[in-house]
């Protein structure tokens, strides 16, 4: 009973309560406004009265007929306009009032005009320690990889020279943060979508207690909704008490927007300019299996030492300037000189995010190319397989063409609705020549491609609408570095423990596929 109250009192549940509220707010508007308008011009003109009605109802028409064509002609993702047109045809003005306010999902004229303004603070301290001409002639046919993430983001350049490391588990991740955070001699910046209380978070939690004591400067974000339920409400001010300079982003309104979609999914940390972190490992406990609610959790991260990091610095100042008035100086965080090291290839760690903040969805595109060039293997790994038309195509042209398409996903999953929806675009896929696992000790939580022993991406972009197209997300781009070597031998290892799927497999449950074909109509939309 005491859970029962403390679940019913807790945030969370009061924000789903606030967006049912707002949503039939929503729903009185969109017709009572017509309702009303209907009476009171009803009342001056009664004779008219089947004249109002009429024009009335041609209004209305109109106006879903405008909306129809606007959805038909918008510069968006193929798949959402086809529930969007169903929303709207179907629900009328009331569709057009949900897709009024729900369809936009782009940030505020304030963020925008905010992040243009870091965009150009980043241009100003970034630096290439690699030339276009070095790259074409590394990477030959995978040049093109690079080049885009240069043009179409401001903190993605690359880098040679810089030390890789690959954690094929969280606890090893967690073991050597924790020793490199003990070190921090200038600063700590951290940036995660969850953190929450337990022995992970705590164990890092008191070595920047003393850190701050040191006189190192800490800096800590996480995402507002992704922690929520985890950590109180105020957890960003007692941290500020304490001298950890903590903000909570994109925090939780109550207003109908759906500006909340984007969140904040990245996990980056950077330790003094020089080393840095990013891949798929959350701040909790089950990330690491202190908890095992989902069976053995597989989570993956690298670990950087050298210029690479840099991308990471200005990707971290970006996001936690973005609420900021007038944006700081990027040029003290960055390191005036870099250890070099030898023999390890390129790294150029990226960020994506919601358009028109970022011109393309980066992510995606650099998915796309790898497969589109991959020629003896393409390795995938990833907790959500809810693809759509462009990447299922291109992983069934590159399994057509004889590449080895290997696809890793969980056998537990963390969401049971989300896991149909994973399922479903097996039997497609599997058709096709692409080899799916399942992974069978429990749930696989990482987020990597690997392609013919010389590229390969870390991660937290999943293979999902949310990912690619709402949050902010980050990965870094490694052409024949030492993780990569890491990385097979975990793909390797991992796939023979885990179950290949059969088409019968994606035949099983004919009443569950049929729900998720009418569900995965809908998957972009949220």
């Given at each position: 009973?005491?859970?029962?109250?403390?679940?019913?009192?807790?945030?969370?549940?009061?924000v789903g309560?606030t967006?049912?509220?707002?949503?039939?707010?929503?729903?009185?508007v969109?017709?009572?406004?017509?309702?009303?308008?209907?009476?009171?011009?009803?009342?001056?003109?009664?004779?008219?009265?089947?004249?109002?009605?009429?024009?009335?109802?041609v209004?209305?028409?109109?106006?879903v007929?405008?909306?129809?064509?606007?959805?038909?002609?918008?510069?968006?993702?193929?798949?959402?306009?086809?529930?969007?047109l169903?929303?709207?045809?179907?629900?009328?003005?009331f569709?057009?009032?949900?897709?009024?306010?729900?369809?936009?999902?782009?940030?505020?004229?304030?963020?925008r005009?905010?992040?243009?303004?870091?965009?150009?603070?980043?241009?100003e301290?970034?630096e290439?320690?690699?030339?276009?001409e070095?790259?074409?002639?590394?990477?030959?046919?995978?040049?093109?990889l690079?080049?885009?993430?240069?043009?179409?983001?401001?903190?993605?350049?690359?880098?040679?020279?810089?030390?890789?490391e690959?954690?094929?588990?969280?606890?090893?991740?967690?073991?050597?943060?924790?020793?490199?955070?003990?070190?921090?001699?200038?600063?700590?910046?951290m940036?995660y979508?969850?953190?929450?209380r337990?022995?992970?978070?705590?164990?890092?939690?008191?070595?920047?207690?003393?850190?701050?004591k040191?006189?190192?400067?800490?800096?800590?974000?996480?995402?507002?909704?992704?922690?929520?339920?985890?950590?109180?409400?105020?957890?960003?001010?007692?941290?500020?008490?304490?001298?950890?300079?903590?903000?909570k982003?994109?925090?939780?309104?109550?207003?109908?927007?759906?500006?909340?979609?984007?969140?904040?999914?990245?996990?980056?940390?950077?330790?003094?300019?020089?080393i840095g972190?990013?891949g798929?490992?959350?701040?909790?406990?089950?990330?690491?299996?202190?908890?095992?609610?989902?069976?053995?959790?597989?989570?993956?991260?690298?670990?950087?030492?050298?210029?690479?990091?840099?991308?990471?610095i200005l990707?971290?100042?970006?996001?936690?300037?973005m609420?900021?008035?007038?944006?700081?100086?990027?040029?003290?965080?960055?390191?005036e000189?870099?250890?070099?090291?030898?023999?390890?290839?390129?790294?150029?760690?990226?960020g994506?995010?919601?358009?028109?903040?970022?011109?393309?969805s980066?992510g995606?595109?650099?998915?796309?190319?790898?497969?589109?060039?991959?020629?003896?293997?393409?390795?995938?790994?990833?907790?959500y397989?809810?693809?759509?038309?462009?990447?299922?195509?291109?992983?069934?042209?590159?399994?057509?063409?004889g590449?080895?398409?290997?696809?890793l996903?969980?056998?537990?999953p963390?969401k049971?609705?989300?896991?149909?929806?994973?399922?479903?675009?097996?039997?497609?896929?599997?058709?096709?020549g692409?080899?799916i696992y399942?992974?069978?000790?429990?749930?696989?939580?990482?987020?990597?491609?690997?392609?013919d022993?010389?590229?390969?991406?870390?991660?937290?972009?999943?293979l999902?609408?949310?990912?690619?197209?709402?949050?902010?997300?980050?990965?870094?781009?490694?052409?024949?570095?030492?993780?990569?070597?890491?990385l097979?031998?975990?793909?390797?290892?991992?796939?023979?423990?885990?179950?290949?799927?059969?088409?019968?497999?994606?035949?099983?449950?004919?009443?569950?596929?049929?729900?998720?074909?009418?569900a995965?109509?809908?998957?972009?939309?949220?």
């Open positions: 009973m005491k859970k029962f109250f403390k679940l019913m009192f807790s945030r969370l549940t009061l309560l967006i049912v509220i707002l949503f039939i707010v929503d729903f009185a969109a017709f009572g406004v017509l309702h009303l308008l209907n009476l009171l011009l009803t009342a001056l003109f009664p004779s008219a009265a089947s004249w109002i009605d009429a024009s009335l109802m209004i209305s028409w109109f106006v007929v405008l909306t129809v064509l606007h959805i038909v002609n918008r510069d968006m993702v193929p798949e959402a306009k086809i529930p969007w169903l929303c709207v045809i179907a629900l009328q003005l569709g057009v009032a949900i897709y009024a306010v729900f369809s936009y999902n782009r940030p505020s004229k304030k963020q005009k905010t992040f243009r303004q870091l965009y150009e603070r980043s241009r301290v970034q290439r320690t690699v030339s276009k070095e790259l074409e002639r590394e990477m030959g046919r995978w040049v093109g690079g080049e885009s993430l240069c043009r179409y983001t401001s903190a993605a350049v690359p880098h040679a020279g810089t030390k890789t690959y954690f094929p588990t969280g606890e090893t991740f967690w073991k050597s943060l924790l020793e490199d955070l003990e070190h921090a001699e200038k600063y700590i910046f940036e979508f969850i953190i929450d337990g022995e992970m978070w705590y164990s890092i939690l008191d070595v920047l207690r003393r850190k701050v040191e006189g190192v400067e800490v800096r800590v974000m996480y995402d507002d909704i992704g922690s929520m339920g985890k950590i109180r409400t105020g957890y960003a001010r007692l941290l500020r008490k304490e001298g950890i300079a903590c903000r982003f994109n925090p939780f309104v109550p207003v109908i927007s759906n500006i909340h979609n984007n969140r904040d999914h990245r996990k980056i940390t950077v330790v003094d300019g020089k972190y990013v798929g490992v959350n701040l909790a406990d089950e990330y690491v299996n202190v908890k095992r609610p989902y069976g053995q959790w597989k989570d993956t991260a690298v670990r950087m030492e050298g210029a690479g990091v840099r991308n990471l990707m971290f100042l970006q996001l936690y300037n609420r900021s008035d007038n944006a700081e100086d990027f040029a003290p965080y960055i390191p000189r870099y250890e070099v090291y030898a023999d390890e290839g390129f790294v150029q760690p990226y994506d995010g919601p358009r028109p903040l970022y011109s393309r980066v995606e595109d650099v998915y796309l190319n790898i497969i589109n060039e991959a020629k003896r293997y393409v390795w995938i790994t990833t907790p397989l809810i693809i759509d038309y462009r990447l299922r195509e291109a992983l069934l042209r590159a399994a057509a063409r590449t080895d398409v290997r696809i996903t969980p056998h537990i963390d049971k609705v989300i896991f149909a929806l994973t399922r479903s675009n097996y039997s497609a896929l599997i058709k096709g692409v080899k399942e992974y069978t000790p429990g749930f696989v939580h990482a987020k990597s491609f690997l392609a022993d010389e590229v390969g991406v870390v991660g937290t972009i999943n999902d609408y949310r990912s690619l197209l709402h949050h902010f997300e980050c990965a870094v781009l490694m052409y024949r570095t030492s993780a990569l070597i890491s097979k031998r975990d793909l390797e290892e991992t796939f023979a423990i885990s179950a290949l799927q059969t088409e019968a497999d994606a035949k099983k449950n004919v009443v569950a596929r049929g729900l998720c074909e009418v995965k109509v809908f998957a972009p939309l949220f």
